[in-house]
């Protein structure tokens, strides 16, 4: 049986940082797991690995499309499987890294997923109702006809609460009914990082600082020259949507940073309800804890197979 080694967890918890290490120690290749890390010009302020990250270990599924471009779950799970296919098929380890819940699952749990073509028409009418400040309602009108899907999808994540009430409105069936799930051809071992609360958002808020002096504002600025606007789903991402509100002069820029704060706050608590604590599928380690540094290659190397001391090398405690 083939390996996937899944790495999981909060937003800046140090999930890409973790997956580096494991991939040069074991000859691997990074699949991301990212729903925002997949659009191309976006880089700021999806946290993706800078130059010298991807120049490290190859990674796929990273800036791979346009922000106009249509792309949902049924696309990344068919690109994702793609990818680590060919990972195995090289005799090498597919690490799947990232925070989105339903990207990770689809593959891990082997989720069939329906392939219901889409409605333009419908898309864009459900799209303008959210420009237009209808989020909360469309997330509401999802919570009635779906309560399953709608508990497993943020209110901020406009893209999926209008692709599900799409198929919804398409079938007449709650879009949570559909999927179907066949074993994956291969053994997954999830390694999940968490911390206490307050250390994540002292971490969120210090990345968000760090977006902001890399040029954050710059690169949404460059998107609007590029013809994209504020009201394309790619753009309702954390980040994007209030700084975009800055450039049109409807926030300051101080208020617009302590949203994205706010926001990536309520976004790890998100997180939290698609990789529960209390899941025993997935291994977690406090990064703070003593020992982790040792443990998590530990963990890898017994599923695996791997050398230790390779692993511990590149955990930077070799001893």
Not at 1 to 20: D, E, F, N, W
Not at 155 to 183: C, D, H, M, T, W
Not at 212 to 234: C, D, K, T, W
Request: with cysteine.
């Amino acid at each position: 049986m083939k390996h996937l080694v899944a790495v999981v967890g909060p937003t800046a918890i140090g999930k890409s940082r973790l997956a580096i290490k494991l991939a040069q120690a074991l000859g691997g290749e990074i699949v991301s797991a990212d729903s925002r890390q997949v659009y191309r010009f976006m880089d700021i302020g999806t946290a993706k690995p800078g130059p010298e990250e991807l120049s490290l270990v190859p990674h796929h599924l990273i800036s791979i499309i346009n922000p106009d471009d249509d792309f949902g779950l049924a696309q990344y799970h068919n690109l994702a499987y793609q990818a680590i296919g060919d990972i195995q098929g090289r005799h090498r380890l597919p690490l799947l890294v990232g925070g989105s819940g339903q990207y990770i699952w689809s593959l891990v749990e082997g989720w069939q997923i329906p392939r219901v073509a889409p409605d333009h028409k419908l898309r864009r009418s459900l799209e303008d109702r959210a420009a237009a400040g209808g989020g909360a309602e469309l997330y509401q009108e999802l919570t009635e006809v779906d309560p399953v899907a709608a508990q497993r999808i943020s209110p901020q994540n406009v893209r999926r609460v209008i692709r599900a009430l799409e198929v919804y409105r398409s079938l007449g069936v709650p879009f949570s009914q559909l999927k179907r799930k066949q074993k994956p051809p291969f053994r997954t071992l999830i390694i999940g990082l968490t911390a206490p609360r307050e250390e994540l958002y002292r971490r969120v808020d210090l990345r968000v600082d760090d977006m902001i002096a890399q040029g954050l504002v710059a690169e949404v600025e460059g998107l609007f020259s590029m013809g994209y606007p504020l009201s394309l789903p790619a753009m309702s991402g954390i980040g994007y949507k209030q700084i975009g509100r800055f450039l049109k002069g409807e926030l300051a820029l101080d208020a617009a940073i302590q949203q994205i704060k706010s926001e990536t706050h309520r976004f790890v608590r998100h997180q939290y309800a698609w990789f529960q604590l209390k899941d025993t599928r997935i291994r977690w380690f406090d990064i703070g804890g003593e020992g982790v540094e040792r443990e998590i290659p530990d963990s890898v190397t017994q599923f695996t197979g791997a050398a230790t001391d390779e692993l511990c090398q590149a955990s930077g405690r070799r001893e």
